[in-house]
């Protein structure tokens, strides 16, 4: 009998500088099979970026085409680029009982939890253990222009106002903690009976094994 499990969507967000894609990268290296979802944009490749890699590069066109042939799992237009996830890599890789990762703002977690694939979702929030810590580790990580950051820090509040709306939500105040937080909810959810569809076939095995005794 195969056990093979169902996969499933694993859902991060946070408003900008509260660890997320720390978090993300750490995931990926505990367990190597969690792939991440790769999205697709309207915008141009940066020097450096490959098509597959970073983004799957469409143009105008054929994102439009892809929304409206219901192939994106979620999209959203940022600063006049749509981006999105393609649903049929997430959908083979649920199936072969892969997980996926999501790293997406509260509008794609929403789009994600109230698709077809929703009920194979596992949303997480995470929350900065204060607004100057989260401003602080914005200016730290030395990317951003300061206006950038107070756009940032701007939006942050909305973002943080979705916090409810999630399965689990994490307060990464210390990233080795929230790490290990992570990993307890992913592999109690992978347990779950929905992502166990096997074990309905072990149970009726287990009562013919009573009939026979």
Same mark, same amino acid.
Do not use: C
């Given at each position: 009998?195969? /056990? ?22 750490? &995931?990926?290296?505990?367990?190597? @099979? ?6 697709? @944009? ?5 020097? !450096?970026?490959?098509? !597959? ?16 042939? *219901? ?12 981006? *999105? ?60 222009? =300061?206006?950038?950051?107070? !756009? ?25 903690? @929230? ?7 992913? =592999?109690?959810?992978? &347990?779950?009976?929905?992502? /166990?569809?096997?074990? *309905? ?13």
């Amino acid at each position: 009998m195969s /056990q093979t499990r169902r996969g499933l969507l694993v859902i991060l967000s946070s408003p900008s500088g509260a660890g997320k894609s720390t978090l993300a990268r750490r &995931l990926m290296a505990w367990d190597p @099979t969690l792939s991440f979802s790769v999205s697709a @944009t309207t915008r141009a490749p940066r020097p !450096g970026e490959v098509d !597959g890699r970073e983004y799957y590069f469409l143009s105008r066109a054929q994102f439009e085409a892809r929304i409206e042939a *219901g192939e994106m799992l979620e999209h959203a237009e940022v600063f006049g680029n749509f981006y *999105g996830s393609p649903r049929a890599p997430v959908e083979t890789a649920l199936a072969e009982g892969r997980d996926v990762l999501f790293d997406v703002d509260w509008q794609g977690a929403q789009q994600i939890r109230t698709s077809a694939l929703g009920d194979d979702a596992l949303s997480i929030f995470i929350l900065p253990p204060s607004i100057p810590e989260l401003e602080r580790r914005l200016h730290t990580r030395a990317q951003d222009s =300061e206006a950038v950051i107070a !756009g940032r820090m701007s939006k942050a509040r909305d973002e943080i106002s979705h916090w409810a709306e999630y399965d689990y939500v994490l307060v990464n105040a210390d990233v080795d903690r @929230t790490e290990a937080q992570l990993r307890a909810v992913i =592999e109690a959810t992978r &347990l779950r009976r929905r992502q /166990q569809p096997w074990l *309905g076939e072990h149970v009726r095995r287990l009562n013919k094994e009573f009939d026979t005794r």
